[in-house]
Every structure is written in C-alpha cells, then in structure tokens.
C-alpha cells in the first residue's frame, strides 16, 4: 500500500495545482525516499501518518461540508436542539486515541534503530563552525595521518549577486565534499566551535544539532554509491544559508583508494611547508583564502562590518606587530565571531593569507610570512 | 487620594469619556483600553506584515537581490517578535478587556488603573525593541526563538535593549493577566456560575493562568542572557561550563504553552461565532471546558518536541513524543464538537462565520501536520524547514488571526452601533482565504523537499514553490487593508445595529445598546438572561 501512497499524493496534489508532478524537479512535493534504511522507514512512516490525517479530514471535512451545504438557513430549516451526547463524545475521544497508539508503535521501532549507534566500523567527527563544516576521519592506528579538512560553499558571489547564470547545484555545492563508504556503518559524532548548527542530509534522514561543549552521535548506512546534498538546518548567523553538506559515498574500494591518497597528500604538504614561499604566491593564493574564507565578514576591500565585523584596511592588528596577526589567525579572538584558522588552514595556506591581509586594501607592510613561520609559532605553543 | 475624591471621581465618569488625548492616556474605563489594544494590535500587525513582505519579496527568487543576508535575519527575527508580542497577544487582551467584564456582567476590569498601564507600557517595548534596528550592528537577528550562544556570545550590542523590552512586554502581560483572572473570579453578576460563562471566559481564564505561569521563565531566560553578556556568568556558554541546550529547554517551556497562549482564546471565539451563526446551542460545552483544560495542562509537559534533533536521551524523546501526540485528542474533541454545532443547525454564513468556518479548516490542517511533526523520527526530516514555517503559520494566522478577524467582525456593531459593509467583509475574506493558502501551502512542499527556515537564497529547485508563496504573501498582506477600511467606515456610520445584532446571538452582551455605552452593567443584571451556554 506504501509504495502507491506516494504515487496517489502526487496525483492528488498536483491535480490540486494543476500541473504534474515529476514533471520537473523544481516541483517536487513529498521527501525523498532517501538512500538508506532509516530514510526509508522514516519515510513510510510519514506516509503512514499523512494518510491517517487524510482520512479523519476526509470524514470531519466532509461532515461540515455536508452541513454547509444541506442545513443552510436558506433552505428553509430548522435548527435542531441537541447540544450533547456522552456516547458520541466518548466515541471521539477513544477513536483518535486508538489512531494515536498505532502510529506510536512503528515511530518508537524506528526511533530505537536510529539510536542505536553501536559497533560502527568507521567514526567521523562533524564539526561546526560559522559558516562551514570540518570533517575528522577517526584513525585506526596512529602511524595514519589524521585526515581532516574543512568544507566550504564553493557557490561564487557573482552568482549569488545575480552577476552570472547560476549553476545546477546552486548553493548546494562544496569545495571538498565529505567521502564516505557504502555498505559501512558510519558513525558521526558532532560538536561545534561556535554556535549551534545542524548538519542535515535529507537522503540519510539524518539531522542532528552540533552544540557546543556537547558531543551528539548519529549513524548512517548508505547502500548507493552517489552524491548526496543538504544544508546547515539551525539558524547559526549571517551566512546559515550558505553552509551547505556535500557527501560522496563511494563503494568500499574507491573510498580506500581515496583515504590512501589524502595520506599522501599530507605527507606532501608537509614536504612543500619547508620551502620559500614568493610574494606573488603568497599573494596569489591569499586572495583566493580571503574570497573563500574571510569576505563574508570581512567584505570585499577589507572594510569589513562595523562594529561587529572590524575592517581589516589600515587595522592595527593587520598592519602592527606581525606576531599579532599570526595570533589573530592561529588562535582567533575567543568569544567573537573571529574563528582560530590554526587548524582550518595549513601552514602554506595560513602564510599566504597572513601575506596577504598585511599587504592588501592599502595596508602595505611588505614583509612575506613563511610556513616555516607560521610552524614555529604554532610548535612554539602559542 | 481622599476617599471623598474617589467617589466624585467615579461620579463624573457618569457623563461619558473625558475629551482628547488624556481620555487614552488617563482612561481605566475596560472599553477604551481593550479599544487600544486592538489598534495597537492592528499597527504591530501592519509593521511585521512590512518585514515578512520584505522576507517574501527577497526570496520571491533565488539569489540576493533586496537585501543582505544579516538584514534578513534582523527580518524574520523582528516579524516573529512582532507578530507573537505585538499582535497576536495584544489582540486577545484587546478582546478580553472588550468582552469579558460585558459577558460576564461586570461594570468593568478588577483593576482599572493596572489595565491602563499593562496597555501603556506596551508602545515603549516596541518602541525600544523596533529601535534596536538602528542601533549600531543592527537589531536581534537570532530568530524569535533566539537560541544561545547565537543571542548572547555572538550577538549584536543591541540584544541589551531587546532584552529590555521583552521584560517590560512580559510585565504588561503579566500585569493583564492577573487582572483577567481577577475579574472572572470575582466580578460575575450573580447567576453566572462557572458552568454558565461564555466559553471565551473560560478559554481566557485558562490563558491567563498560562501567562502567570511561564511569563516569569521568560523573564528569568533573558535576565540570564543579559547576566551572560555583561556579567561574565556562563549559564549557556559551553567554553564557561555552561549549557546552551539548558537554554533551549527553559524557552520552551515558556514557549510551548505560548502557543496555546495565542490559540485557546481563539477556540473561544469560535465557539461563540459558530452557535450563532448555525442557530444552535454548542455541542458539548462541558467537554469544550475540560478539553481547554486538557490542552493547558499538556501544553506544559511537550516542550522538548521542539528539540527532538538537540541530541536528546531516547527515553526522553520517546515521552515527549507520546505527550504531544496526546494533545491531539483533546484538540480533535473541539474541532469534533464545532462540526457538531452546525450539524443540522440552519446556518448563514456572515462574515464572522466565513473566517470561523476557514478557522476550523485550517486550523485542523495546522494541527494534521502538528501530530506529524510529533512523530519524532518523521521530525527529523521535517525540522527546522519549511514544513515547521507552514505548520505553524497555519495554525497562527488562519488560526488565531483569523479568530480575531472574526470576532472583529462578529462584536463591531456593538462596539460601534452600526452595522460593518458585509460585502467588503466578504471581499475581505476571500481574498484572505486564498491569499492565505497561496502563501503557505506551497511551503510543506519546499519543507519536505529540503528546504530549511530562515534561509535569505535557496537552490535551485525550490524556486517555483517560492513564487507562488511570494505571490500569496503579497495578495494577503495587502487584503488586510480592507479591514482598515472597513473598521473606519462602520466607525463613522452605516446602518444602525440592533441591541441583538445577530439573529442567533446569545449572552449578556446582547442584552446592553448597540453601541455598548461607556459604562454597563453598573447594576448586575437581571439573573433570568443568564443562559446556560
Ligand atoms: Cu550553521
């Protein structure tokens, strides 16, 4: 019966609408059917429930309406006066109760499944962050690198702004995506640096809230191979709708294939930490961090948002002391908006962009921090 | 003041209102204040209706294309708080002060002096909250809910003032809640026993229990706020040992029975409208009582459904999971009994019935898509999108707005003497009807589809749904400036009302003129027009 349910809406709602749904995906109308066992039932019970709520409308409705249309002053009828009946008001109440307890039963089945955790095979840490989300991949043994990264909206502002077309995943797009395996359980155990998020992907039915100074656990199974999209779902600040959730679920082989080379990368961005870094370079690539990691409070140009987001042209601490800078990016400013970009970005990346504020929007040092630098300073334990 | 002075006071009342501005400001006469809260009421109205047409025309397409995304957030923040504090509640104190001392025979409030200032101190926390929007940084852009640590930690300088006005809303409703309770337990003519009170009384009886119960956590949430921002504490500030869930958990449970708060005096409305209108006693009026009863109490013990993604121990997802769906019996048993009203009833369809009848219609849905959103694991999906904004839109404003358009509607001629244009109130209420339903129904749609709340762009695919709610906003916030008009041409004239005014109307206040004089019922009256409702 569940499998024509969804099938008798579409029909029934777009008919409502005059147009046909599927049509185009732009009017989709139901939730996705999802990816994984638990999107699955959580769907059918949605289903369950929907109709349920359909057929008590369907008979109180149509006894008003009913009434609407045959006892009408305008007919000519008379009021009748009976004004109550235990028996009929006892009926009413036991009835939706009894609806009410059928519908508690499946929930709390597939409520205790989805609490259940335990023995998964891979554990990855979610973290949120205004305005994006980092990835920790749990090792095994600690001779692996620790794979970890951040996850940010690769949507371009022209497009958000209007300049240019916007593209088929429009602020649903990452610059790395979070990789997952099939057929594994997948553990995630999310916090947050900041304020409360929720990490949402509507194909899992999965949605959690990161907290900070709380660890919340939840898990996924995911039997197709895919790309699966969904959003920050808490209200977390100024750009919440510009944090989006990209996963790729690989099969188990290409997910190990790709975990070997994260590995390597690693090892090759420590290897390229130790060498000199060019003005150009630094300059280049600092750019790039800024649009994608800074602008949003920072604005275009540096003059950020006063007074809540400081300017950077001509800030004291962009064009004063180097170490204050350094210290301004490694460990943010506690209690502000200001993040700690120590672990969000790596040595070369936090060199350019230090480069790069203190020789931009006319601050003019003209000095070039190098990831030697930046290492010292993070080894030094400050 | 002498005892002399009181009595010579209370003699020149005999002679109509005083002249002017001073006639408002001074006035304790239970008419003139529930007058200002009604347009008070409708002013809030018209201002949050401006930010959620802002809200609507940004996301009429995807991208940006009208304003920031922080301004935005300052938006729906501002059109929540407006619509909750400055419309909706006001508007049932309105009714309340207007209605109750009539219904149940009273010459007037308990407290007259504390009624004029629960409504004056009312414009100065608006003034102040509305104000924070051109304080540097920009106003509260946390959302209504204002969940810490986004409202304390990483909020903008003006929460300070935000927190003030809630506190000086908090104490006006408190103050007008103490003098409803006061008035229905003390001022009843004689003859008006418990079971006979009109069921607005009683709904608002229960009400105002509701407010003195969980105005105090409000107060006591944003006092921890402010002690969090200014005085180092760290009640929900994780880095400090604090909990920012704690803070979910005290908001709601002020912010649950909120909602009943808003809804409970509409089911009195309705109750009242639908009898007259069908010409026939309300069906089962005791259980009407024990359901409003029922509803309160539960409404206390559901708080947690609005945190069932918070991470929450599973027994303890699974009882407030049981407890909400429990309300939807007593909820069913109301919506049951008004169907049963106008069950061979000889109906007419006025425009006060108009908007009950939408009210039980689409308040059901409201509350269809409510027992869904109880279902805890079907929560999930649907949390924080879309569908919550559609579900809760739906049982607030054809709901309770509509409620109060009804009643509006249904008392005006007694309030005014004459008689509203039926055929602008009809105009009225279709193009609110469907402007109503082009607005949100598309929105449980873009919910289950993906799309979260409070967002300022959206992808692609939720681009349709989007304008034709945009659409919908438009056609029903500009409908509502036929209300305007009508209310100020039936204050200025029109055919002469009746003292009964509606065929099948009952209770005491269709016993006093139309237009109700300024002073009534200063002897009880006659126990023998006393009905059982
Ligand atoms: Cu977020």
């Known amino acids: 019966m569940l499998s024509k349910a969804k099938l008798w809406l579409s029909l029934a709602l777009s008919t409502l609408l005059f147009w046909s749904a599927g049509l ?67 009926i009413w109440t036991i009835i939706p109760f009894l609806i009410l307890i059928a519908m508690a039963i499946p929930a709390t089945r597939v409520l205790t499944a989805a609490y259940d955790a335990s023995e998964s095979e891979l554990d990855v840490q979610i973290i949120g962050y205004q305005w994006r989300w980092e990835y920790r991949y749990m090792r095994e043994n600690m001779d692996e690198e620790e794979v970890s990264f951040f996850s940010v909206l690769s949507t371009s502002r022209e497009e958000i702004n209007n300049g240019i077309e916007k593209g088929e995943n429009y602020l649903l797009e990452v610059d790395r995506p979070l990789v997952i395996p099939t057929e594994t359980k997948v553990r995630f155990l999310m916090t947050s640096a900041d304020v409360i998020h929720a990490w949402w992907v509507p194909d899992f039915a999965i949605k959690k809230d990161t907290i900070p100074g709380f660890i919340n656990e939840t898990w996924v199974i995911v039997e197709e191979p895919g790309i699966y999209r969904g959003q920050c779902a808490e209200l977390c600040g100024m750009e919440h709708g510009f944090m989006p959730i990209e996963v790729h679920a690989l099969a188990p082989a290409d997910y190990q294939a790709w975990y070997a080379e994260q590995q390597a990368g690693i090892r090759q961005v420590r290897e390229l930490a130790a060498a000199e870094m060019s003005m150009e370079d630094a300059m280049a690539q600092g750019e790039t961090i800024y649009n994608r990691n800074c602008v949003a409070c920072h604005q275009p140009g540096g003059v950020g948002m006063p007074p809540v987001f400081p300017a950077l042209a001509g800030s004291v601490k962009a064009t004063g002391d180097v170490a204050v800078t350094m210290d301004t990016l490694v460990n943010g400013v506690p209690g502000t908006a200001m993040a700690a970009y120590g672990r969000q970005l790596n040595p070369i990346e936090l060199a350019s962009i230090i480069t790069y504020v203190r020789n931009s929007f006319g601050n003019n040092t003209g000095d070039v921090v190098q990831p030697a630098d930046v290492n010292a300073y993070i080894e030094g334990g400050q | 003041m002498s005892a002399t002075h009181t009595i010579s006071d209370a003699h020149d009342h005999h002679h109509g209102p005083a002249k002017g501005l001073t006639r408002w400001l001074y006035t304790t006469n239970h008419k003139d204040i529930g007058s200002l809260y009604l347009w008070f009421s409708f002013t809030m109205f018209l201002l949050g209706g401006a930010f959620a047409l802002v809200i609507r025309a940004e996301l009429f397409q995807p991208g940006l294309q009208f304003i920031e995304p922080a301004f935005f957030n300052q938006m729906t923040t501002m059109h929540g708080l407006i619509m909750v504090f400055g419309a909706v509640m006001p508007a049932f104190v309105g009714l309340a002060n207007w209605l109750i001392p009539l219904m149940i025979g009273a010459p007037d409030m308990a407290l007259p002096r504390m009624n004029n200032w629960s409504f004056w101190l009312l414009p100065f926390a608006f003034t102040i909250m509305v104000s924070t929007m051109f304080m540097e940084g920009g106003g509260p852009n946390f959302g209504w809910t204002f969940y810490a640590p986004l409202s304390t930690t990483y909020a903008p300088p003006s929460t300070t003032f935000f927190i003030f006005a809630v506190h000086v809303m908090g104490a006006s409703s408190i103050m007008g809640s103490i003098n409803v309770i006061a008035t229905i337990l003390n001022m009843r003519a004689p003859g008006m026993t418990f079971m006979k009170m009109p069921l607005f009384v009683w709904t608002w009886l229960i009400t105002a229990y509701l407010l003195i119960a969980v105005m105090p956590v409000l107060a006591g949430v944003v006092t921890m706020m402010l002690f969090d921002i200014h005085f180092g504490t760290s009640f929900f500030n994780a880095a400090g040992g604090g909990d920012p869930v704690l803070f979910q958990h005290l908001f709601w449970f002020f912010g649950h029975p909120e909602v009943y708060i808003m809804i409970l005096p509409a089911f009195g409305i309705v109750s009242a409208i639908i009898p007259t209108f069908a010409r026939k006693r309300l069906f089962g009026y005791d259980s009407m009582v024990y359901a409003t009863a029922s509803i309160a109490f539960l409404s206390f013990i559901v708080w947690a459904h609005h945190m069932f993604t918070v991470g929450m121990p599973l027994a303890g997802q699974l009882f407030f999971m049981y407890a909400t769906m429990l309300i939807a019996v007593p909820t069913g048993v109301k919506v049951f009994n008004w169907v049963a009203t106008m069950f061979r009833g000889a109906m007419t369809f006025e425009t006060p019935m108009l908007f009950a009848i939408a009210f039980v219609v689409l308040f059901t849905m409201g509350g269809f898509t409510g027992v869904m959103l109880a279902i805890t694991p ?101 409908s509502q400036l036929i209300l305007l008009f009508v209310v100020i041409k039936c204050i200025r004239g029109g055919k002469k009302a009746t003292d009964q005014v509606w065929e099948g109307a009952q209770g005491l206040e269709w016993t006093v003129p139309s237009p109700a004089p300024y002073h009534t019922f200063e002897t009880p009256p006659d126990p023998k027009l006393i009905h059982a409702q």
């Open chain 1, 24 to 90: 185009h995906a732009a009017w989709d109308l139901n939730m996705p059917r999802g990816v994984t066992q638990m999107s699955r039932d959580t769907y059918d019970l949605h289903m369950t429930i929907f109709w349920w709520c359909v057929a008590i409308g369907v008979v109180v409705f149509g006894a008003m309406f009913w009434s609407i249309i045959n006892h009408r002053k305008s007919k000519g009828v008379q009021p009748a006066t009976f004004h109550e009946s235990t028996k009929v008001e006892i």
């Open chain 2, 378 to 478: 079907a929560d999930f999906q649907y949390h924080d999108t879309y569908f919550v904004v559609a579900h809760f839109h739906y049982v607030l404003v054809p709901g309770a707005v509509f409620s109060i358009m009804a009643a509006a509607y249904y008392w005006l001629p007694k309030w005014t003497g004459y008689m509203y244009d039926e055929t602008l109130g009809k105009l009225h209420f279709w193009l609110s009807f469907i402007g109503v339903n082009l607005l949100f129904f598309p929105q449980h749609f873009l919910g289950l589809a993906g799309m979260p709340r409070r967002i300022p762009d959206y992808a692609l695919q939720f681009a349709n749904f989007n304008w034709i709610s945009s659409v919908g906003g438009f056609l029903f916030g500009f």
